[in-house]
């Protein structure tokens, strides 16, 4: 039997592996050069508690979903956050002298934690980090070692995309960051979407 801390290991690894290239490490950095850091991590982080929650109690029985239903979902969602973020290019001024937008520092921390819960928190279902969890508890027994090592992971990605964010947005244009965003998102799409349809 394998140990706790072998597990925790397992998935810390894992999700971090499949976490940095991905979404999460995009949405974060987009949320946090828009909004204030500490908000943005709280609301993030707390999203991905949940969402750790819900997959450790899901176990095996989100890989039993029917694979094009998981991957369809996920290319709309991917399809909403690339024009939404390229709406933002078009509508918005190009603050690059700004570390967070002046109309978003008017907002209270609690509607930019709600706002960093929710899309952190859509962003998530059936995210390839939600399914490994799963597997991972259903293949090892261990689900508090699996749903710590999983959520450190998640906020590891999350604090590196805060931190780095920051330092981007002196450099590049808040309106670029957008772009690459949105182009991410659209291949995130893509990718998906031919998923589904090859099932």
């Not at 995309?161 to 590049?172: D, E, T």
């Amino acid at each position: 039997m394998t140990s706790f801390l072998a597990v925790f290991g397992i998935a810390f690894g894992a999700v971090l592996l499949v976490e940095l290239p991905d979404k999460t490490l995009v949405a974060t950095l987009v949320l946090s050069t828009r909004y204030r850091r500490r908000p943005v991590l709280l609301g993030v982080a707390s999203a991905f508690a949940v969402q750790c929650v819900v997959a450790v109690t899901a176990g095996g029985l989100l890989r039993l979903l029917p694979h094009r239903l998981v991957e369809a979902f996920v290319a709309v969602l991917f399809a909403v956050g690339a024009f939404i973020l390229f709406r933002e290019t078009v509508g918005g001024a190009d603050d690059a002298d700004e570390s967070v937008d002046p109309a978003a520092s008017a907002l209270s921390d609690r509607r930019i934690f709600g706002i960093s819960f929710g899309v952190l928190f859509a962003a998530e279902w059936g995210d390839a980090s939600q399914l490994a969890t799963a597997g991972l508890v259903a293949r090892y027994g261990e689900p508090v070692a699996v749903g710590i090592g999983s959520f450190l992971a998640l906020v590891g990605v999350a604090v590196l995309a805060a931190l780095l964010g920051r330092a981007i947005l002196r450099k590049v244009p808040l309106n670029l960051i957008h772009q690459i965003a949105g182009a991410l998102f659209t291949v995130f799409a893509i990718v998906a979407a031919v998923a589904a349809i090859r099932g």
